[in-house]
């Protein structure tokens, strides 16, 4: 392994007086080559954030969103006491809702002579566009609204219990925020 003194004297001896300032901007050419060539090597382009940027919303389906809830509520309800082997479905009444991010602009028109004096409000709301790559543009997502669930079937054995039918309906309800009509309890045939 080359030593480092002996190597940043031979670069002052070959660079003159001013060795350090002209060895620093030499480093500094050098960076900002490294990056110009990152960029045009396929780095991330800079014209905008990136569509799953860390402060944009994660975009979900409505099946990933029912898969998803359907899982979670079926491993809440296998381990109440007393149901056993269970599977569970959930429909939708929707498929949920995207929010954009807009841009208000907003002005006041006053007129008149000295006695009436009339104003007007101008509101005008644009979407924010961001960059999605070839050279399209697509309003930038502020959030996504979950979908709203229309059921859920449970279909357990041990749905013939009172009390465990009952707890089910009561995490449904819990879980969802659903009312206990939109909920049905069913035991699995033998």
């Known amino acids: 392994m080359p030593d480092f003194k002996a190597a940043l004297a031979g670069a002052q001896k070959l660079l003159g007086k001013d ?4 060895l620093l901007v030499i480093l500094g050419l050098l960076g900002m080559g490294l990056i110009l ?13 990136p569509v799953d940027s860390p402060g944009s919303p994660a975009l979900f389906t409505s099946e990933e969103y029912v898969a998803r809830t359907e899982e979670r509520l079926r491993g809440l309800i296998i381990r109440i006491e007393g149901v056993g082997s269970a599977e569970v479905m959930v429909t939708l009444a929707n498929s ?3 929010v954009y991010a807009k841009e208000e602009k ?3 028109d ?7 004096i009339t104003s007007r409000e101008n509101v005008q709301t644009s979407f924010i566009l961001v960059d999605a790559g070839m050279g399209s543009r697509q309003p930038l997502v502020r959030t996504q609204l979950e979908p709203k669930i229309q059921g859920v079937v449970i279909v357990c054995e041990g749905a013939d219990d009172l009390r465990v039918r009952q707890s089910l309906i ?3 309800t819990t879980t969802l925020g659903i009312s206990s ?3 049905c309890v069913e035991k699995i045939a033998a």
């Open 110 to 116: 006053k007129s008149g002579d000295g006695e009436n």
């Open 19 to 22: 060795a350090k300032v002209k």
């Open 37 to 49: 060539l990152s960029q045009l090597l396929g780095g991330q382009p800079a014209t905008g954030p």
């Open 96 to 98: 949920g809702e995207l």
């Open 106 to 108: 907003r002005s006041l």
């Open 181 to 183: 009509a939109k909920v």
């Open 170 to 172: 009561n995490v449904v």
